[in-house]
């Protein structure tokens, strides 16, 4: 066998395997875009903001949930990952005075149950599997 072959063959099989590297290096870093979704209703006769806190830090708005009403609220998967724990704290507009809820550790395909009670104090978030 000639030592010709063998150097294009190796020389072929480099260029190939480089190929493919850049190929998949030039790929973009993939990002969690995943919402996770918490089903809120309300029995408070008065509009309440709604915010996410990792334990008592880092206060996320989700929305307002207005009062006799339902609404869909949203935030990122990565907010999941708390040890402290992931906390709700409801403002009523009216009063600003605000009410916590919490803590839960949710996981991949828990719902994220809000109710707002008519009593803001007496609220509860529960989780379970969809």
């Not at 190939?16 to 089903?39: F, H, R």
Request: proline fraction near 3%.
């Amino acid at each position: 066998m000639s030592h010709t072959r063998v150097v294009r063959g190796l020389l072929l099989g480099t260029l190939l395997l480089a190929a493919t590297m850049e190929s998949g290096c030039a790929l973009p870093m993939t990002t969690q875009t995943s919402q996770v979704s918490v089903w809120a209703r309300s029995h408070n006769r008065r509009t309440m903001d709604v915010y996410l806190l990792c334990g008592d830090r880092d206060a996320q708005w989700l929305g307002v949930v207005r009062s006799g009403e339902a609404a869909v609220l949203d935030f990122p998967y990565a907010r999941t990952r708390c040890a402290l724990g992931l906390n709700f704290f409801l403002v009523s507009r009216d009063v600003n005075h605000g009410y916590w809820v919490g803590p839960l550790y949710p996981r991949a395909g828990s719902r994220i149950e809000l109710v707002i009670e008519k009593y803001a104090g007496l609220s509860s978030v529960s989780l379970s599997r969809e």
